[in-house]
């Protein structure tokens, strides 16, 4: 099996699993980037994944045909904004412990969508669903030679969106008034306040754009990777989005290489198998590769990460 | 008077609060809130069997509770209860299985304590990075959740597996079930290891109020600069905090292996014993009885939603929800405080 061969299993593997984990982490630098922690991703991930699967299941019914899966993306956009209010109104308004009111973000939105599935179709998971996000080679580019097919051939289209997406933040937070806000909310809440920026409004906002995010990752999860919503479709997800999100940095471009790379090490368990040298491997250190990576770039090993500065503490306004 | 009984208004009115919603969300899904919730409730009272599986569903409850609340005393969030207890079932069902031909009195304690290390060694990694990098406790023990989902499922697979996915049975030297507890409530899967929890419950009390390495974990909780400025040393706590945190949710995953399954499986995912540990700390406000309390709610909340389903059709999910719900309010509890300083200075004035 020659190099071309291998990456040719490998790369287009790796970015479709990203793909998710790209738009839910973030999600998370919105939040986070704002000095709210937001545990919550895997619930509002969840969230996400129920809706895609539903709304695209009754757009196939409505007649959309293979616009439904877009059309569940805008609704879980919207659902995971909403369900994000939750976490802002307890966190923000009631000053609730952020890592505890996201612990039960997830809860919830466990109980919820399994709730929901089961009221809705009687059985405890979606059905599956005919139009979903498929394969497609995108025109001319596919033809570049040696990078064509493995970029561009056989690709899915959110997986591009989820890159632009990435470039699209990066320039919000870094480029706009709006990202310089959002920054100084996060890093000197006080200082930020003085300066006539409503550091309450800020943080719904971002909290609020997390849950879009996120709800957005899910429902891609949904109608292109597991094609039907059940209680294990999001199982974790959401946690490596959060660490992904860590092991960039808190910084949209870092967060999408990490995001990548994560996507590689789950490609790698899935196609490892095919794989000379990683055949060898136990498998079990490739599924736990993503993890111990991010602990070891939290130590410090990988290069200093700094977390925002007032992230996790709620503002009251006047306390020094 | 008044600060104990405000104490103990907040998780009474959250749990209010909680059914509430839930009834709310049942009225609103077509189902009927007043039948589903007497469905759950009575059965608590009249049916040894449900009886018997809610004691057996707090046993590791209350211990994942100590776990949590005893991390939250020395000012850490141990969300790596989930993991710990994974790794504390097989290294007891290990030795349950291993260790042949001694009587039960050393069989049992030997494997629970096997348990107990394999928690703390798991919690020991997160509180050293904490004391060493000051790396945020929270992500590590999110991430050792899943190093230890996939380790425990690659051992089994690799060198314990047996027919169906799991371990084989361990030796019944090491079990702690009985069939007197399972004969007195109508056959449930109830065991000793309720004696295991509460007898660690009295333990975390002991260690917090009446030893010195529980005042010096205590104060750092409070205070780090301060303690350290009095000479208690900041990073040694840290780490043996979350060492013990560990060690009480190691042996809450020796509790279902020695007493309920007699087994490990292989898990394709949580068992949420650790999650709800969590709640069950918040909602017992970190204190021994408190938790024990908790768990006894939210065990039977657990298991009573199964009646519910029977009785009422409503989907056992909606448990899940009201707790859920009941951390928030819990947790908002400066909602409370909010409302109580009104409704003083309305007094006042």
């Given at each position: 099996?020659?190099?071309?061969?291998?990456l040719g299993?490998?790369?287009p593997?790796a970015?479709?699993a990203?793909?998710?984990?790209i738009?839910?982490a973030?999600?998370?630098?919105?939040?986070?980037?704002s000095?709210?922690?937001?545990?919550?991703?895997?619930?509002?991930?969840?969230?996400?994944a129920?809706?895609g699967a539903?709304?695209?299941?009754?757009?196939e019914t409505?007649?959309?045909?293979?616009?439904?899966?877009?059309f569940?993306?805008?609704?879980?956009?919207?659902?995971?904004g909403?369900?994000?209010?939750?976490?802002?109104?307890?966190?923000i308004?009631f000053?609730a412990?952020?890592v505890?009111?996201?612990?039960?973000?997830?809860?919830?939105?466990?109980?919820l969508?399994?709730f929901?599935v089961?009221?809705?179709?009687?059985?405890g998971?979606?059905?599956?669903?005919n139009?979903?996000i498929?394969?497609?080679?995108v025109?001319v580019?596919s033809?570049i030679?040696?990078?064509?097919?493995?970029?561009f051939?056989s690709a899915?289209v959110?997986?591009?969106v989820?890159?632009?997406l990435?470039?699209?933040?990066?320039f919000?937070i870094?480029?706009?008034?709006?990202?310089l806000?959002l920054?100084?909310?996060?890093?000197?809440?006080?200082?930020?306040?003085?300066m006539?920026i409503?550091?309450?409004k800020?943080?719904?906002?971002a909290?609020?754009?997390?849950?879009?995010?996120?709800?957005?990752?899910g429902a891609?999860?949904?109608?292109?990777i597991?094609?039907?919503f059940?209680?294990s479709?999001?199982?974790?997800q959401?946690?490596?989005a959060?660490?992904?999100?860590?092991?960039?940095k808190?910084?949209p471009l870092g967060?999408?290489?990490a995001?990548?790379?994560?996507g590689?090490?789950?490609?790698?368990s899935?196609?490892?198998?095919?794989i000379p040298?990683l055949?060898?491997?136990?498998?079990?250190?490739?599924?736990?590769?993503?993890y111990?990576l991010?602990?070891?770039?939290?130590?410090?090993?990988?290069?200093?990460?700094?977390?925002?500065?007032?992230i996790?503490?709620?503002y009251?306004?006047?306390?020094? | 008077?008044?600060?104990?009984?405000f104490k103990?208004s907040?998780p009474?009115?959250?749990?209010?609060?909680g059914?509430?919603?839930g009834?709310?969300?049942?009225?609103?899904?077509?189902y009927?809130?007043?039948?589903?919730?007497?469905?759950?409730?009575?059965?608590?009272?009249?049916?040894?069997?449900?009886?018997?599986?809610t004691?057996?569903q707090m046993t590791?409850?209350i211990?994942s509770g100590?776990?949590?609340?005893f991390?939250?005393?020395t000012?850490?969030?141990?969300?790596g209860?989930?993991?710990?207890?994974?790794?504390g079932?097989?290294?007891?069902v290990?030795?349950?299985?291993?260790?042949e031909?001694v009587?039960?009195f050393?069989?049992?304690?030997?494997?629970i304590l096997a348990?107990?290390?394999a928690?703390?060694?798991w919690?020991?990694?997160p509180?050293?990075l904490?004391?060493?990098?000051?790396?945020?406790?929270?992500?590590t023990t999110?991430?050792?959740?899943y190093?230890a989902l996939?380790v425990?499922?690659?051992i089994?697979?690799?060198?314990?597996?047996a027919p169906?996915?799991r371990t084989?049975e361990?030796?019944p030297?090491?079990?702690?079930s009985?069939?007197?507890l399972q004969?007195?409530t109508?056959?449930?899967r109830?065991?000793?290891?309720?004696?295991?929890?509460?007898?660690?419950?009295?333990?975390m009390?002991?260690?917090l109020?009446?030893?010195?390495?529980?005042?010096?974990l205590?104060?750092?909780?409070?205070?780090?600069?301060?303690?350290?400025?009095?000479?208690?040393?900041?990073?040694?706590?840290?780490?043996l905090?979350?060492?013990?945190?560990g060690?009480?949710a190691?042996?809450?995953?020796?509790?279902?292996?020695?007493?309920?399954?007699?087994?490990?499986t292989?898990?394709?995912?949580?068992?949420?014993?650790?999650?709800?540990g969590?709640?069950?700390?918040?909602l017992?406000?970190?204190?021994?009885?408190?938790?024990?309390?908790a768990a006894g709610?939210?065990g039977?909340l657990?298991?009573g939603?199964?009646?519910?389903?029977a009785?009422?059709q409503?989907?056992p999910?909606l448990?899940?929800?009201?707790?859920?719900l009941?951390?928030f309010f819990?947790?908002?509890?400066?909602l409370?405080?909010?409302l109580?300083?009104?409704?003083?200075?309305?007094g006042k004035?």
């Amino acid at each position: 099996m020659d190099i071309m061969q291998i990456l040719g299993i490998i790369i287009p593997t790796a970015i479709f699993a990203a793909t998710p984990l790209i738009l839910t982490a973030l999600g998370g630098v919105f939040s986070e980037r704002s000095g709210v922690v937001n545990i919550g991703l895997e619930g509002l991930m969840m969230m996400g994944a129920f809706v895609g699967a539903v709304f695209t299941f009754y757009g196939e019914t409505w007649g959309f045909g293979s616009l439904s899966p877009w059309f569940s993306f805008l609704v879980a956009i919207i659902i995971g904004g909403v369900f994000a209010l939750l976490h802002a109104v307890a966190s923000i308004t009631f000053k609730a412990d952020q890592v505890v009111s996201g612990v039960a973000l997830n809860f919830l939105a466990a109980g919820l969508t399994i709730f929901l599935v089961k009221k809705i179709f009687d059985a405890g998971q979606t059905p599956y669903l005919n139009e979903r996000i498929f394969k497609s080679d995108v025109p001319v580019l596919s033809d570049i030679p040696i990078i064509g097919p493995l970029l561009f051939g056989s690709a899915y289209v959110t997986s591009y969106v989820a890159i632009a997406l990435a470039i699209v933040v990066w320039f919000i937070i870094y480029k706009t008034p709006f990202g310089l806000r959002l920054r100084a909310v996060g890093e000197h809440p006080m200082a930020a306040d003085t300066m006539g920026i409503n550091v309450t409004k800020m943080r719904y906002v971002a909290v609020m754009l997390s849950g879009a995010f996120a709800g957005l990752g899910g429902a891609v999860y949904a109608t292109s990777i597991s094609g039907n919503f059940t209680h294990s479709t999001i199982a974790g997800q959401g946690f490596m989005a959060l660490a992904a999100m860590i092991f960039g940095k808190w910084h949209p471009l870092g967060a999408l290489g990490a995001a990548l790379f994560f996507g590689l090490a789950q490609s790698l368990s899935i196609t490892g198998q095919q794989i000379p040298v990683l055949q060898d491997i136990p498998y079990v250190f490739l599924l736990i590769s993503p993890y111990v990576l991010t602990i070891l770039a939290l130590a410090g090993f990988v290069g200093r990460a700094d977390a925002p500065k007032a992230i996790g503490k709620p503002y009251e306004k006047g306390k020094r | 008077m008044q600060q104990v009984l405000f104490k103990i208004s907040v998780p009474v009115i959250a749990v209010a609060l909680g059914l509430l919603v839930g009834g709310i969300i049942m009225l609103t899904s077509g189902y009927n809130p007043l039948l589903a919730y007497q469905a759950l409730f009575s059965v608590l009272v009249t049916e040894p069997y449900f009886i018997g599986e809610t004691i057996r569903q707090m046993t590791p409850l209350i211990l994942s509770g100590l776990a949590v609340a005893f991390a939250f005393r020395t000012g850490l969030f141990n969300i790596g209860v989930e993991g710990q207890l994974l790794v504390g079932w097989l290294a007891s069902v290990y030795v349950g299985i291993a260790v042949e031909g001694v009587s039960a009195f050393i069989h049992i304690p030997l494997a629970i304590l096997a348990g107990a290390l394999a928690g703390a060694l798991w919690g020991l990694v997160p509180g050293y990075l904490k004391a060493r990098f000051k790396v945020h406790e929270v992500i590590t023990t999110i991430m050792m959740n899943y190093i230890a989902l996939h380790v425990t499922n690659s051992i089994i697979r690799t060198f314990l597996l047996a027919p169906g996915e799991r371990t084989g049975e361990i030796q019944p030297s090491a079990s702690l079930s009985s069939m007197f507890l399972q004969e007195m409530t109508d056959f449930s899967r109830l065991h000793y290891g309720i004696i295991v929890a509460i007898l660690g419950a009295l333990l975390m009390w002991y260690l917090l109020w009446k030893t010195t390495t529980g005042y010096e974990l205590r104060a750092v909780g409070f205070n780090q600069n301060a303690s350290n400025y009095a000479g208690i040393n900041v990073p040694k706590n840290i780490i043996l905090s979350m060492c013990i945190s560990g060690a009480f949710a190691g042996v809450a995953g020796a509790m279902e292996g020695l007493g309920t399954y007699q087994y490990m499986t292989i898990n394709a995912a949580f068992t949420g014993v650790g999650f709800d540990g969590i709640a069950v700390a918040l909602l017992g406000a970190n204190s021994a009885i408190g938790i024990i309390l908790a768990a006894g709610l939210f065990g039977g909340l657990k298991i009573g939603a199964l009646n519910m389903q029977a009785v009422a059709q409503v989907p056992p999910e909606l448990i899940t929800i009201v707790i859920a719900l009941i951390i928030f309010f819990v947790a908002s509890s400066y909602l409370v405080h909010w409302l109580r300083n009104r409704i003083n200075k309305r007094g006042k004035i």
